[in-house]
């Protein structure tokens, strides 16, 4: 399989377009939260759904020093996943998704039923847990909910996307699910997968 974007080139910046977070006057704020385009082909044949998980492998471990603007967090901080998307049961024809079709802004408490390729399911991205102790915002965030990396990080985040050919037309999923869940579920029936990946970051030391 292959897949390529539109809205931004492999290894490349995502542009602010397609992030949550971006730079303001007075420090930072919501970016645009568009999805990006995207597109696969060479699809195995016996192909019957689709899935596709969004994943930034690059999140500090440390909590405390998230924003703070005393301190960088350091390159070589251990780093874990964060979920910004996660789609099942994609159309075995559906090839392509374009931009701003699922996501187009911020939506405080999270997107109750957005918008998705046709026959999906989307399940919750980790902004969920972020935002869960917060009034302001906490929800259950479903669809795509792009790149807000710390602003005091001096690692170049990066945001994998990865679809997936399955021989299932439907995975066994509960109605409110992750991406755990999903990599699980399709656990014996991937025919073939494919990813590209575009960088972000909010810190101006950042370079790359």
């Known amino acids: ?68 603007s005393d301190v960088q967090i350091p390159e070589h901080q251990v780093r874990t996943d964060f979920i910004h998307w996660v789609v099942a049961d994609i159309a075995a024809d559906v090839r392509e998704i374009a931009a701003g079709s699922c996501s187009d802004g911020v939506t405080a408490h999270g997107k109750r039923d957005p918008s998705g390729p046709r026959g999906s399911r989307q399940g919750l991205n980790d902004y969920t847990g972020w935002f869960a102790g917060d009034p302001d915002m906490a929800g259950d965030w479903h669809g795509y909910d792009g790149p807000f990396p710390p602003p005091n990080d001096l690692r170049l985040h990066r945001y994998f996307f990865r679809v997936f050919a399955l021989d299932v037309e439907r995975l066994e999923l509960d109605a409110r699910f992750t991406a755990a869940d999903v990599l699980n579920a399709m656990q014996g029936h991937v025919l073939g997968e494919a990813s590209i990946y575009g960088t972000y970051s909010l810190n101006p030391a950042v370079k790359g």
Do not use: K
């Open 1 to 68: 399989m292959r897949i390529h974007s539109n809205s931004f080139q492999h290894r490349q910046r995502l542009p602010a377009e397609f992030a949550a977070g971006q730079a303001s006057g007075d420090g930072y704020g919501f970016a645009p939260n568009r999805n990006p385009h995207l597109a696969w082909d060479e699809v195995p044949q016996g192909a019957r759904s689709f899935a596709l998980v969004c994943i930034d492998p690059d999140v500090p471990t440390v909590a405390e020093m998230v924003g703070r």
